[in-house]
């Protein structure tokens, strides 16, 4: 499984982004976002069931965060609004199989004050 992921950048805080990552490879059963601060170690934003559309949030985000998925094209979306600024980070997409995880590169957020 190989992810593809964009869509980060600048933006002042209120304002949004949507992020996208496009997985190659099948069977696979959930996928996510997890991110990472300078300085802090990476958490878990927003995860996604492929099959099922079930999704997770961190607390941090719930009511300003929407992860989706289009299964035809094996990919998700995170749709970040309401931004501040302590969701800096690099965003970090990965895919879940049932042998393992995969990762994508990260795509740096920067919101600005």
């Known amino acids: 499984v190989q992810l593809q992921a964009s869509g980060g950048g600048l933006v002042q805080a209120g304002g949004f982004l949507r992020l996208s990552c496009a997985a190659s490879?099948?069977?696979?059963?959930?996928m996510g976002w997890y991110r990472q601060a300078p300085g802090k170690q990476r958490e878990l934003v927003a995860v996604?069931?492929?099959?099922?559309?079930?999704?997770n949030y961190a607390d941090s985000v719930k009511g300003r965060f929407t992860i989706s998925r289009d299964n035809a094209k094996n990919t998700v979306y995170l749709q970040m609004n309401s931004l501040k600024t302590e969701d800096t980070g690099v965003y970090y997409c990965?895919?879940?199989?049932?042998?393992?995880?995969?990762w994508g590169q990260g795509t740096l957020v920067t919101v600005s004050s």
């Open positions: 990965t895919a879940l199989t049932a042998v393992r995880d995969y």
């Open positions: 996604i069931i492929m099959f099922s559309g079930t999704t």
């Open positions: 490879g099948n069977s696979i059963n959930a």
